[in-house]
C-alpha cells in the first residue's frame, strides 16, 4: 500500500513543466477530469425540472469552482465545459427548452473570446473534439432543414443555426491551418455555411419532392387526363419554394442576404436538370409534353420574382444569383414542337394537293360555281389546320401564328401553281413564223394545179401545240381552273377574318397581337392567284385563237385570193367561242379573258398579213377587204355595246390600225420607206447592201422587219422584184 500511494503522490504532484508545487491533480487526466467536472456541473439543474438552473446556482458555481486547482482547470477550460453541458442539456431533453440553446450560445460567445487569446495545445485538442461534437450534431440537422423543422419549431432553427455558424467559425477561422494558408477577406465561414445549409436541404427536399410526384403519378396512372410527373413535380417545387421564402428564409436571412434567391437557384437547377432530360426526349408535340413545358416555364417565372424580390438590397442587385438560373427555354421548347407540328402539317396538306390534283378532272359539272372540288378540299384542310393549332394548349398563338400563316401560305401557292402548270401561255400556241419569201406574180393560186404535201403553214405550227392533247387543257377545263383560282382569291378575305376571331378567342392574345395586321394575311397566294388568272386566261385566249380556230385563222384565212378567204368563218366560230366563254367564266373574269381573245384575235390577224407564207399575197384593192374584215372583228367583240366598252378595243387595237395602211400604200412607196428605216436603224450608206432585219415580234410602221414583211407580201413585180435584187429571196419554201 506504501509503494502504491508513493507512486500515486508522485504523478499527482507533477505539473506540465516538470516542478513540483503544493497541489495535486491528475497532469495526465485532463479528460477524466473534464468529465468529472462536467458532472459536478450537471448539479446545477433543478432534480424535478431537468432543463431549469436551480436557485442556488451562483453559490454552487462558487463552490464547484474550488475544484479548478484539484483538476487542473481554469476559466478558459470552465467556459468550454460549461458550453458543452448547457448543449448536452437542451439536447437530451428534447430540444425544447430555447432559453438553454440560449444560453449555448451565450457561453459559446466567451469561449470564442477565449480562443483568441489561449494558445494552449492540449486546450486546442479539447476545443476540437468539444465543438466537432456540436456542429456534427447541428448540421445533422441544418443540412437537411427541410425534414428537422417546420412552421411550428422554426423558432429552434434560427438557435440551432446561431450555434452551428458560431461552433463553424471558432472551428475554421481560429483552429484551421487551412484558413490561415488562405486570405481571410477571401472566405466568409458563416456564408459559406449558410449556403451549403440551403442547397443541401434543399437538394434533399427536391429529391423526396420528386420521389412522391412519381408515386403519384403511378397511383393514378390508369385515370383520364393524369398529369405527367415533371407537371407536378414542377407545382410541388413552387410549394416549396413558397414555404421557403415564407418561413425558413426569413430566419436564415440574418446570416446570408440572399437567403430565399440561393434557395430558388438551387431548386431552379434541381428542376432544370429534370426537365432538360425531358425535352432530349421530346420528339413530337404531346399534351404531356405541354403540360410539362408550361409549368416548367410557370414555375421558373415564379423563382425568378422570389431571387428578384431578395435581391432588391444586394450590392448587385441580385446579377449572381439571377445567373445562376440559365433559363428553361421552356416556351422556346414550346415553340420548336410547335413548328415540327406545323412543318408536318403543311407536308401533309402538300402531299394531299399532289395527290388530288393528279385526280382533279376540272369538270364544269363538278359543282354548279364552276370551280373544282379539289380547291373546296384544300379550304378545308386549311380551317381544319387553323382550328387544331388554335386549340393547341400553349401560351404563344400569337407569336407562331405567322408560322402556320407562312405554311399555309406556301401550300395555297403551291395549289396554284400545280393548277396553272401545262396550260400553256402565248408563246406555246402561237405558231413559228415561216421564213421570208417573196409573191410569184400573175397568179393568186401560188402552187395551182401542183402537188401539195401539206399546208405549208400547218408545218409551221408551235410544236408544243402539237403534243398537247390531254384533255383537261381543253377551253372547258381552262375555264374551270381560272374560276378554280378566282374562288380561292375570293376567300382569303374570310379566312383572315376568321383567323382575327380565333386569334381573339385565344387566352395568349393581347391587344398589341391586332396591331400588326400583316401577321394574319396571305401574301403568296393571292399574288399567285392574280398571277396564274392572268396567266390562264392568255393560255386561253391564244390557245382558242391559234389552236381551237387554227384551221379557219392560220390555215384559212386569206390563203389564196383574200376576196373568197375572208374573215367570216373565223368570226362564226369565234363568236360561239366567246358565247361559251360568257356562261362558263366567273363574271369578275369575264370581261378580263374575253379582252384576251381580243388582243389574241387581233395579234393572229397580224400574224396572218405579215408572216403568212408564200400562200398570202396580197394587191393594193385587197387593202379594203383587210380593213373591213378588221372592223367585222373588232364589232364582234363590241357586240353593238353589250360586248367590251369601245375604249378598250381601241386601245388593243392600236397597233394593227397603225399597221393597215400600210396594204394601201403603193409598192414604190414601201421600198423607199423602207431603204430609209432601215439605212436610219442600222447606219447604212446609200451604196452599201441593206442589212437584212430581224425579226422583233414588235410589229410597227416605222419599223424595218414590219415593212419588209408588208413587201414580202405585196402581190407586185417592183416589190418581187427589190426582194429577189436585195436579198435573194425565194418564191416559196
Not at 422570389?306 to 444586394?314: C, G, H, K, L
Request: hydrophobic share 40%; glycine share 4%.
Amino acid at each position: 500500500m506504501q509503494v502504491l500511494r508513493s507512486a500515486v503522490m508522485s504523478l499527482a504532484n507533477r505539473s506540465y513543466d516538470e516542478s513540483y508545487v503544493d497541489s495535486c491533480h491528475w497532469a495526465d487526466g485532463i479528460p477524466l477530469n473534464l468529465r468529472l467536472y462536467e458532472m459536478l456541473l450537471q448539479s446545477c439543474f433543478d432534480a424535478n425540472d431537468e432543463s431549469s438552473i436551480i436557485e442556488e446556482f451562483d453559490e454552487l458555481m462558487e463552490q464547484i469552482k474550488k475544484t479548478w486547482g484539484i483538476l487542473g482547470l481554469n476559466q478558459t477550460l470552465h467556459n468550454l465545459c460549461f458550453t458543452w453541458v448547457l448543449f448536452h442539456r437542451f439536447v437530451v431533453t428534447g430540444q425544447v427548452d430555447l432559453d438553454l440553446l440560449s444560453a449555448t450560445d451565450g457561453q459559446l460567445a466567451e469561449v470564442a473570446k477565449d480562443v483568441k487569446t489561449t494558445k494552449d495545445a492540449e486546450y486546442s485538442k479539447v476545443l476540437s473534439s468539444t465543438l466537432t461534437s456540436i456542429l456534427g450534431w447541428a448540421e445533422k440537422r441544418l443540412l437537411a432543414y427541410h425534414e428537422t423543422f417546420d412552421r411550428g419549431n422554426v423558432e429552434t432553427m434560427q438557435g440551432i443555426v446561431s450555434l452551428g455558424v458560431a461552433v463553424a467559425k471558432i472551428l475554421v477561422e481560429d483552429i484551421s491551418n487551412e484558413y490561415r494558408r488562405r486570405r481571410r477577406n477571401e472566405v466568409n465561414v458563416v456564408r459559406e455555411r449558410i449556403e451549403t445549409y440551403i442547397r443541401s436541404s434543399l437538394r434533399t427536399a427536391f429529391a423526396q419532392i420528386m420521389e412522391k410526384a412519381d408515386s403519384s403519378r403511378r397511383a393514378c396512372k390508369n385515370q383520364p387526363n393524369a398529369l405527367p410527373v415533371l407537371a407536378i413535380l414542377a407545382k410541388d417545387v413552387g410549394s416549396v419554394a413558397v414555404n421557403e421564402k415564407q418561413v425558413f428564409s426569413p430566419i436564415l436571412k440574418r446570416w446570408h442576404p440572399l437567403a430565399a434567391g440561393l434557395a430558388v437557384a438551387t431548386l431552379h437547377a434541381c428542376y432544370g436538370n429534370e426537365l432538360k432530360q425531358f425535352i432530349s426526349g421530346i420528339t413530337e408535340l404531346t399534351p404531356d409534353a405541354v403540360q410539362v413545358l408550361r409549368a416548367a416555364d410557370q414555375l421558373e417565372k415564379d423563382l425568378v420574382q422570389i431571387a428578384v424580390e431578395d435581391s432588391v438590397e444586394s450590392d448587385d442587385g441580385g446579377k449572381a444569383i439571377i445567373r445562376e438560373m440559365p433559363p428553361y427555354e421552356a416556351e422556346g421548347a414550346i415553340a420548336n414542337l410547335v413548328k415540327i407540328w406545323i412543318k408536318t402539317r403543311i407536308d401533309r396538306l402538300k402531299e394531299w394537293v399532289d395527290r388530288n390534283l393528279q385526280q382533279e378532272l376540272w369538270s364544269a359539272q363538278a359543282n354548279q360555281e364552276g370551280y373544282a372540288p379539289s380547291a373546296v378540299e384544300v379550304l378545308r384542310i386549311i380551317n381544319e389546320t387553323l382550328d387544331a393549332f388554335f386549340q393547341l394548349p400553349i401560351p404563344m398563338h400569337p407569336a407562331l401564328l405567322p408560322e402556320v400563316m407562312n405554311g399555309l401560305d406556301r401550300c395555297l401557292q403551291y395549289y396554284v401553281i400545280k393548277a396553272k402548270s401545262g396550260c400553256g401561255s402565248r408563246n406555246t400556241f402561237v405558231p413559228t413564223m415561216p421564213a421570208l419569201t417573196r409573191c410569184t406574180i400573175g397568179s393568186k393560186f401560188q402552187g395551182f394545179g401542183k402537188k401539195k404535201d401539206k399546208s405549208p403553214n400547218s408545218q409551221k405550227r408551235n410544236p408544243q401545240v402539237a403534243t398537247n392533247g390531254d384533255s383537261s387543257f381543253g377551253i372547258p377545263q381552262l375555264c374551270v381552273r381560272i374560276n378554280t383560282l378566282q374562288w380561292i382569291l375570293g376567300e382569303f378575305d374570310v379566312l383572315e377574318k376568321r383567323i382575327i376571331t380565333l386569334l381573339r378567342n385565344s387566352e395568349s392574345a393581347h391587344e398589341e397581337d391586332f396591331s400588326n395586321g400583316l401577321a394574319k394575311k396571305f401574301e403568296l397566294a393571292p399574288a399567285a392567284c392574280l398571277e396564274g388568272i392572268q396567266q390562264l386566261c392568255e393560255a386561253a385566249a391564244y390557245r382558242i385563237v391559234f389552236h381551237d380556230l387554227s384551221h379557219v385563222l392560220w390555215d384559212g384565212l386569206y390563203v389564196g385570193d383574200p376576196a373568197s378567204s375572208r374573215i367570216e368563218p373565223f368570226l362564226q366560230e369565234l363568236e360561239r367561242k366567246l358565247m361559251f366563254i360568257s356562261d362558263t367564266v366567273h363574271e369578275r373574269i369575264r370581261t378580263r379573258i374575253i379582252t384576251e381573245i381580243m388582243r389574241a384575235s387581233f395579234d393572229g390577224f397580224l400574224l396572218v398579213l405579215l408572216a403568212g407564207g408564200p400562200s398570202r399575197a396580197f394587191t393594193r384593192k385587197d387593202s379594203q377587204i383587210i380593213e373591213d374584215d378588221f372592223k367585222f372583228l373588232k364589232e364582234l367583240f363590241w357586240a353593238n355595246g353589250d360586248g367590251l366598252p369601245s375604249e378598250l378595243i381601241d386601245k388593243f387595237s392600236t397597233t394593227a390600225r397603225s399597221i393597215l395602211p400600210l396594204f394601201r400604200t403603193d409598192t414604190e412607196s414601201l421600198i423607199e420607206q423602207f431603204r430609209r428605216v432601215t439605212m436610219e436603224s442600222y447606219k447604212s450608206s446609200a451604196r452599201s447592201k441593206l442589212p437584212l432585219p430581224p425579226t422583233s415580234g414588235q410589229w410597227n410602221p416605222s419599223e424595218p422587219n414590219t415593212l419588209l414583211r408588208a413587201l414580202c407580201h405585196r402581190n407586185d413585180e417592183s416589190a418581187s422584184k427589190f426582194l429577189k435584187k436585195t436579198y435573194d429571196l425565194p418564191k416559196k419554201l
